[in-house]
């Protein structure tokens, strides 16, 4: 490196060379965060990008990265630069999860970016998790580009492959225009309603003052090379003491580890500070708090590729550079956790450094609860996530960890007291070898809800309870016993007693075999032992306008009771109190209601 780029001192602090710009891609689920960065993955390459095609349910769920090499930029806005090159050595793209979900993996995206695109539906304006970006941006201090996708909806609007906004905009028909400018002004008042000011990024004077939107289609790759000048510009311009701060020793963020044939374990970095070496000591957050281990080998991706789609595109180097995706190859990474942070430690001070900030990346930020569910994740950024969505669904969580489900979080989950939290759910994570089977099929030891978006492991999870909750009820209401009037018919004594067999007729309600019968004053009558129908077919229940032949053991005819007579069915208290809980009839009703007052006569506190 020449003197210029080993450092220069302004403003008191020692500044290196000048990195790439980290841009950071956020915004509401399905709004085109990924096609954006398919379209720049496709520049200067005749195959268009596809990693949507293969995110999971078309939501990005993990950070990701892309190179766009500073040639590329160049020529890809070259019109718009007027044939000018720009400083930067190139961009990184970070795809960071757009869905509210990913909170956590948001943040860290946000604090590892220099600035940020957010990508809104010029249709749909702005959306739940685009303002949450919003929040998130500001309180991370981000600046950062709107992205007003999907122009390609207006009605009329004709779009063409590489074409720059501005030249599009001269060839819309004046009506497509007025369209296009009600959904801008639409979008201005909301992004003002949240104290944000924003206005097309070819009509603002003080930059500073004002966030450059950008129109564009990603579906169709019109006004992206707009945004990727505007984004390059306004790094350059406003960040360049930042984008120099890259001496010291080196640092990335962890996106995931990998197991790659040929390779054996991986992680794949952002490094953002510094530089890295082939030998070098790092120190990482595992599972288990922070541990070293030393770089045995390093591969970045051969440009305009993204680090998780990069297959065999990978070339081996000694020394990586600030700002740049690089793929780790070094002992004992099993239990790294992603979304962490990686510091060069080649000596004894950096150690005791790293490793006191690494202890307080390890601590989870989930609150546990003495009685809830069981949740895992394969990152702390996911664990979060979706232990922020239960915990919106008020769901509590008994237990949260990193990793693969194994026998103590099976036990936890089947000690649960309430059989509603007898569950494990698992974000993008298995079982062990060992406890795999146990989790699949009719004879599984446990309830396992697994998938790679949350909203999915929510949807299971709630239809789980829906259906858990409804057969509990079911079992309950089977034991409950319910409000029941029955009517002694004339002339229908079959046997006088031992037991007593009557023909009756239900009034209200449901009599069931085995229930004690009353009357009205709280005389007890007997127990019923069997009922009959007219067709002489045995059955446990008889409902509302049945008439059945009914066995009493207790009563004998002509003496406790009498044809004509009425009876009700005589309900625990604290059947009572459950039955008020449930969805009775208005006559099931009316007959609990004339229990309740007959037996809080003598105790007022029955059925409370």
């Given at each position: 490196?020449?003197?210029?780029?080993?450092?220069?001192?302004?403003?008191?602090?020692?500044?290196?060379?000048?990195?790439?710009?980290?841009?950071?891609?956020?915004?509401?689920?399905?709004?085109?965060?990924?096609?954006?960065?398919?379209?720049?993955?496709?520049?200067?390459?005749?195959?268009?990008?596809?990693?949507?095609?293969?995110?999971?349910?078309?939501?990005?769920?993990?950070?990701?990265?892309?190179?766009?090499?500073?040639?590329?930029?160049?020529?890809?806005?070259?019109?718009?630069?007027?044939?000018?090159?720009?400083?930067?050595?190139?961009?990184?793209?970070?795809?960071?999860?757009?869905?509210?979900?990913?909170?956590?993996?948001?943040?860290?995206?946000?604090?590892?970016?220099?600035?940020?695109?957010?990508?809104?539906?010029?249709?749909?304006?702005?959306?739940?998790?685009?303002?949450?970006?919003?929040?998130?941006?500001?309180?991370?201090?981000?600046?950062?580009v709107v992205a007003a996708n999907k122009?390609?909806?207006?009605?009329?609007?004709?779009?063409?492959?590489?074409?720059?906004?501005?030249?599009?905009?001269?060839?819309?028909?004046?009506?497509?225009?007025?369209?296009?400018?009600?959904?801008?002004?639409?979008?201005?008042?909301?992004?003002?309603?949240h104290g944000f000011n924003i206005e097309?990024?070819?009509?603002?004077?003080?930059?500073?003052?004002?966030?450059?939107?950008?129109?564009?289609?990603?579906?169709?790759?019109?006004?992206?090379?707009?945004?990727?000048?505007?984004?390059?510009?306004?790094?350059?311009?406003?960040?360049?003491?930042?984008?120099?701060?890259?001496?010291?020793?080196?640092?990335?963020?962890?996106?995931?580890?990998?197991?790659?044939?040929?390779?054996?374990?991986?992680?794949?970095?952002?490094?953002?500070?510094?530089?890295?070496?082939?030998?070098?000591?790092?120190?990482?957050?595992?599972?288990?708090?922070?541990?070293?281990?030393?770089?045995?080998?390093?591969?970045?991706?051969?440009?305009?590729?993204?680090?998780?789609?990069?297959?065999?595109?990978?070339?081996?180097?000694?020394?990586?550079?600030?700002?740049?995706?690089?793929?780790?190859?070094?002992?004992?990474?099993?239990?790294?956790?992603?979304?962490?942070?990686?510091?060069?430690?080649?000596?004894?001070?950096?150690?005791?450094?790293?490793?006191?900030?690494?202890?307080?990346?390890?601590?989870?930020?989930?609150?546990?609860?003495?009685?809830?569910?069981?949740?895992?994740?394969?990152?702390?950024?996911?664990?979060?996530?979706?232990?922020?969505?239960?915990?919106?669904?008020?769901?509590?969580?008994?237990?949260?960890?990193?990793?693969?489900?194994?026998?103590?979080?099976?036990?936890?989950?089947?000690?649960?007291?309430?059989?509603?939290?007898?569950?494990?759910?698992?974000?993008?994570?298995?079982?062990?070898?060992?406890?795999?089977?146990?989790?699949?099929?009719?004879?599984?030891?446990?309830?396992f809800i697994s998938a790679d978006i949350?909203?999915?492991?929510?949807?299971?999870?709630?239809?789980?309870?829906?259906?858990?909750?409804?057969?509990?009820?079911?079992?309950?209401?089977?034991?409950?016993?319910?409000?029941?009037?029955?009517?002694?018919?004339?002339?229908?004594?079959?046997?006088?007693?031992?037991?007593?067999?009557?023909?009756?007729?239900?009034?209200?309600?449901?009599?069931?075999?085995?229930?004690?019968?009353?009357?009205?004053?709280?005389?007890?009558?007997?127990?019923?032992?069997?009922?009959?129908?007219?067709?002489?077919?045995?059955?446990?229940?008889?409902?509302?306008?049945?008439?059945?032949?009914?066995?009493?053991?207790?009563?004998?005819?002509?003496?406790?009771?009498?044809?004509?007579?009425?009876?009700?069915?005589?309900?625990?208290?604290?059947?009572?109190?459950?039955?008020?809980?449930?969805?009775?009839?208005?006559?099931?009703?009316?007959?609990?209601?004339?229990?309740?007052?007959?037996?809080?006569?003598?105790?007022?506190?029955?059925?409370?």
């Amino acid at each position: 490196m020449s003197e210029e780029e080993n450092g220069s001192e302004e403003q008191g602090k020692i500044l290196g060379w000048q990195r790439q710009p980290i841009v950071s891609v956020l915004g509401h689920v399905d709004h085109g965060k990924t096609s954006v960065l398919d379209h720049f993955r496709s520049l200067g390459s005749e195959r268009q990008a596809s990693v949507m095609d293969r995110e999971a349910g078309g939501i990005t769920q993990h950070i990701g990265a892309t190179e766009v090499p500073a040639k590329i930029l160049n020529e890809t806005c070259a019109a718009m630069t007027g044939g000018k090159d720009f400083n930067s050595p190139g961009l990184l793209f970070i795809d960071t999860p757009g869905h509210h979900s990913f909170t956590s993996l948001r943040s860290r995206g946000g604090a590892l970016a220099d600035i940020a695109i957010l990508v809104v539906d010029v249709m749909e304006g702005l959306q739940p998790q685009t303002i949450e970006s919003l929040r998130i941006l500001r309180d991370k201090k981000t600046p950062f580009v709107v992205a007003a996708n999907k122009v390609d909806r207006i009605h009329g609007w004709r779009t063409e492959r590489g074409r720059s906004f501005i030249e599009s905009w001269s060839n819309q028909r004046e009506d497509v225009q007025q369209l296009f400018d009600e959904r801008y002004w639409k979008l201005l008042g909301q992004f003002s309603e949240h104290g944000f000011n924003i206005e097309r990024y070819d009509k603002i004077r003080d930059f500073k003052s004002n966030l450059a939107m950008v129109p564009c289609s990603a579906k169709d790759g019109e006004g992206l090379q707009d945004l990727l000048t505007v984004t390059v510009g306004l790094a350059e311009r406003f960040l360049e003491e930042r984008l120099r701060d890259t001496l010291g020793d080196g640092e990335g963020t962890v996106l995931e580890m990998k197991d790659e044939r040929g390779l054996g374990k991986t992680i794949d970095v952002i490094l953002n500070r510094g530089e890295l070496n082939v030998g070098d000591t790092i120190t990482l957050v595992g599972s288990d708090g922070p541990f070293s281990t030393h770089i045995k080998g390093m591969f970045r991706p051969k440009g305009m590729s993204e680090m998780r789609d990069a297959g065999d595109r990978w070339e081996a180097c000694e020394t990586a550079v600030a700002a740049c995706g690089l793929k780790i190859v070094a002992p004992n990474l099993e239990n790294v956790l992603a979304g962490t942070t990686l510091r060069q430690t080649n000596t004894a001070e950096a150690k005791s450094t790293a490793e006191k900030e690494a202890y307080k990346e390890a601590k989870i930020s989930v609150d546990i609860a003495e009685e809830g569910v069981v949740i895992k994740a394969d990152t702390v950024g996911g664990l979060e996530a979706l232990a922020f969505e239960l915990d919106k669904m008020e769901i509590p969580i008994r237990m949260a960890t990193v990793g693969p489900v194994n026998k103590r979080d099976i036990t936890t989950a089947q000690c649960a007291d309430d059989a509603l939290n007898q569950v494990i759910l698992g974000f993008s994570v298995k079982g062990n070898t060992e406890v795999q089977p146990k989790l699949e099929g009719p004879d599984a030891e446990i309830k396992f809800i697994s998938a790679d978006i949350i909203y999915r492991i929510l949807e299971e999870f709630e239809e789980w309870r829906d259906n858990t909750k409804a057969e509990m009820d079911a079992a309950a209401r089977e034991n409950l016993v319910y409000p029941g009037h029955l009517l002694y018919l004339k002339d229908h004594t079959f046997r006088n007693k031992g037991p007593a067999i009557v023909g009756m007729r239900v009034l209200g309600g449901r009599v069931h075999v085995g229930q004690k019968i009353m009357k009205l004053d709280g005389t007890p009558i007997g127990q019923i032992k069997s009922l009959r129908t007219r067709s002489s077919e045995d059955v446990k229940q008889g409902h509302q306008g049945e008439e059945l032949a009914v066995a009493v053991m207790g009563p004998t005819v002509g003496r406790q009771i009498e044809e004509g007579d009425e009876f009700w069915v005589d309900i625990p208290s604290s059947h009572a109190k459950r039955l008020k809980k449930l969805d009775l009839t208005p006559i099931e009703e009316e007959i609990l209601e004339e229990i309740t007052r007959l037996h809080r006569k003598q105790d007022h506190f029955w059925g409370r």
